[in-house]
């Protein structure tokens, strides 16, 4: 009886060392399949792939070797199958969140609106692309905050990618004084542009006269950056357009209100009284 219970347990040692084996092996051959598919595909698609790729192939490889330790142990796989069928459609009614998710990612791959490493708006948020996964999208923003937005949402949402395109453009609002030229201000915003480096030649930047504001004289100048200098040049621009204005005598207003007294064309008097001369 005891000789057949230390062969027993022989027999379930040396069991559960082969399957320790299989998991072991399976870790270190999903880690070198998973750098090999990387380097693989390093020059033939981008990142997104490359991490999409190299995911699929560790789980695979691991499931794999799962299956033959679970195998080695003398677990029954049929059990096993037939319970995961179970559990899956009791899963499957439950985390319907999380099916959407799956198909939405889905959806991101295939359609690829932004990859890794590029930095996306989504609502009022906005931040690199960390990862793209089943479930989510993960972004590190400006403020260096980790933010996950889930992939149904980027479904239904808009996402505006601002790193798709080599170069964007910088929109101005401007307001100068009704007594100024117009023509004036505009070759004055056409010099500061060409004398700045950071704004492109081509496309050239664009004057637009939006109208008479409350104030003002509304108007739009537009110059167009590459997109790694979009934000240098974003903090320089208003600073020369001042200086620019400043050396030119041009006026930039403050918003003026008048006050009336039941006439329309006679403004609200103002007597200013000494009040030295008062207390005499």
């Not at 960390?130 to 479904?155: H, W, Y």
């Not at 505009?186 to 950071?198: F, I, W």
Request: net charge neutral; with cysteine.
């Amino acid at each position: 009886m005891n000789e057949w219970l230390a062969k027993i347990d022989a027999a379930l040692v040396t069991s559960i060392a082969e399957a320790l084996i299989y998991f072991i092996v399976g870790l270190i051959l999903a880690r070198l399949a998973s750098r090999g598919i990387k380097r693989w595909s390093r020059h033939r698609f981008d990142v997104h792939r490359q991490l999409l790729m190299a995911r699929v192939a560790t789980y695979l490889v691991l499931l794999v070797f799962v299956v033959m330790g679970l195998n080695a142990i003398g677990f029954n796989l049929g059990v096993l199958i037939g319970a995961a069928g179970i559990l899956s459609v009791a899963i499957g009614f439950a985390s319907q969140t999380s099916a959407s998710n799956i198909i939405s990612g889905l959806f991101l791959v295939a359609e690829r609106p932004f990859s890794v490493g590029d930095l996306i708006r989504v609502g009022t948020t906005t931040g690199e692309v960390l990862s793209i996964d089943l479930l989510s999208v993960k972004l590190r923003t400006f403020d260096n905050l980790f933010v996950r937005i889930p992939n149904e949402t980027l479904i239904k949402s808009e996402v505006t990618t601002l790193t798709r395109f080599p170069i964007r453009r910088i929109d101005l609002a401007i307001g100068v004084a009704y007594k100024e030229d117009i023509k004036n201000v505009r070759q004055v915003l056409e010099q500061v542009a060409g004398a700045n480096p950071l704004c492109l030649d081509e496309p050239k930047p664009i004057f637009v006269f939006l109208g008479f504001g409350e104030s003002s004289l509304d108007m739009q100048f537009s110059v167009w950056v590459k997109r790694e200098n979009f934000i240098d040049l974003k903090n320089s621009i208003h600073e020369e357009i001042k200086e620019a204005f400043d050396a030119e005598g041009i006026e930039i207003p403050f918003p003026h209100r008048s006050l009336y007294t039941g006439s329309v064309t006679e403004p609200f008097p103002i007597r200013i009284i000494d009040e030295t001369t008062q207390s005499q």
